[in-house]
């Protein structure tokens, strides 16, 4: 079903349709106070922000304590039998 005014095109009656303004008072959500904020909002960003900038300042710390690699490091050559020679040998007749 279309609606069509008598001797108009329908790109006349798109244009009458959407130019048409609300008559019955409702004016889409948009009363008297849309779009201000109160000094609780603003009070309540300047918080957020606040714990924003004090958890970047934690996870900094954080992550200058995280190491470069998570490889492990095989001691050197020369250490291997110095570490071996100070553990104790076991008697298998425990």
Do not use: C, W, Y
């Not at 279309?2 to 006349?12: H, N």
């Not at 008297?32 to 909002?41: A, I, L, Q, R, T």
């Amino acid at each position: 079903m279309t609606f069509a005014l008598p001797g108009a095109g329908p790109v006349e009656t798109t244009a009458l349709v959407l130019a048409q303004q609300p008559g019955n008072g409702d004016n889409g959500g948009q009363g008297e106070d849309f779009g201000k904020s109160s000094p609780v909002g603003f009070l309540l960003l300047l918080i957020f922000l606040v714990a924003v900038a004090f958890l970047v300042r934690s996870m900094t710390k954080h992550l200058k304590r995280v190491p470069a690699s998570f490889d492990k490091e095989e001691p050197a050559e020369e250490e291997k039998p110095e570490a071996e020679a100070k553990q104790p040998e076991k008697s298998e007749s425990s």
